[in-house]
């Protein structure tokens, strides 16, 4: 089983940054991909960004947080980062770190964080 720790959220201005962590546990052999959803009230949960674990590790982004976001990974602490620039108080919500296994269809995440809350205040 993988397990996922998330950390970093918390009450910044718009404008600020705040950089979310992912910690992972167990083995990672058989992730695919990571990747950093949120949930804001009233709205579905959407895909922040993802970064491919093998490979290559190509990244991509929701268009409301591209060019201000930034994901990250460092395989051998296996953790994967979220950097958050130009915030804004659309972006607040209750973030999510993920894992999406080999198997199965891609993009069908399998484990999840507990989430850490971001809450953007003008």
């Known amino acids: 089983q993988v397990r996922l720790v998330e950390s970093g959220g918390g009450l910044v201005q718009a404008g600020g940054s705040l950089r979310l962590s992912c910690a992972a546990s167990g083995s990672m052999r058989s992730i695919r991909a990571m990747g950093w959803f949120r949930q804001a009230p009233g709205k579905q949960r959407e895909l922040v960004a993802e970064?491919?674990?093998?490979?290559?590790?190509?990244?991509k982004y929701a268009d409301s947080v591209k060019g201000r976001f930034t994901i990250s990974r460092d395989n051998a602490k296996n953790t994967v980062y979220l950097q958050m620039n130009s915030l804004k108080t659309e972006d607040t919500a209750v973030y999510y770190c993920?894992?999406?296994?080999?198997?199965?269809?891609?993009?069908?995440?399998?484990?999840w964080g507990q989430g850490t809350q971001v809450t953007v205040s003008s």
């Open positions: 993920a894992a999406d296994q080999i198997f199965g269809a891609q993009g069908d995440y399998d484990y």
């Open positions: 970064i491919t674990i093998i490979n290559l590790g190509g990244t």
